[in-house]
């Protein structure tokens, strides 16, 4: 699907203008310490005029069928560009996780390293984790690795998410 930028979108956000909308998909799961997943997502980004991008991403389980099980972990956030082509992207996590992000966008890829986390006394404790975002084909792909749980850092999970609307 095409797109056409928001003549409100701040001028510092222009490249990262091929984000704005709704995006939804599917994607897998894994990791040491759980059992193999299927998952729906939906990832929201949107703007107020302002120099950031709001952020929103939602997920489901599904069963083997395709079919949603249950209400998957969320997330949310702010992605801030800075100069040179730097991002910094704050998230807040359902499960009881804050994080700060750094990295890169160059065109339509954008590089991520966790900077700093934080965990809820109940929540896992990750300690480092990187995230890739690009648009391949028109679509939006993700995949996040992370280290938590003593693990070291691995896959985790990646989706690939079609345009449904600009917002």
Do not use: C
Not at 63 to 83: H, L, Q, Y
Not at 129 to 152: I, K, P
Request: negative net charge.
């Amino acid at each position: 699907m095409a797109f056409k930028i928001d003549e409100n979108l701040h001028p510092e956000l222009m490249p990262l203008a091929w984000m704005v909308g709704t995006w939804r998909g599917t994607g897998r799961g894994e990791y040491p310490t759980i059992q193999p997943f299927t998952f729906e997502q939906e990832v929201v980004f949107n703007h107020d005029g302002r120099n950031f991008l709001n952020y929103y991403s939602r997920t489901w389980i599904l069963d083997d069928e395709g079919k949603v099980v249950k209400a998957g972990a969320s997330e949310t956030g702010f992605w801030r560009p800075k100069e040179n082509k730097t991002l910094e992207v704050i998230l807040a996590h359902s499960t009881g996780i804050s994080e700060g992000w750094v990295g890169v966008h160059d065109g339509p890829k954008i590089q991520l390293a966790m900077d700093q986390g934080y965990s809820a006394p109940s929540a896992k404790i990750v300690t480092a984790g990187s995230r890739l975002y690009g648009l391949v084909e028109g679509e939006l792909f993700f995949a996040y690795d992370m280290a938590a749980e003593g693990q070291t850092l691995q896959a985790h999970i990646w989706s690939t998410l079609e345009r449904q609307s600009e917002q």
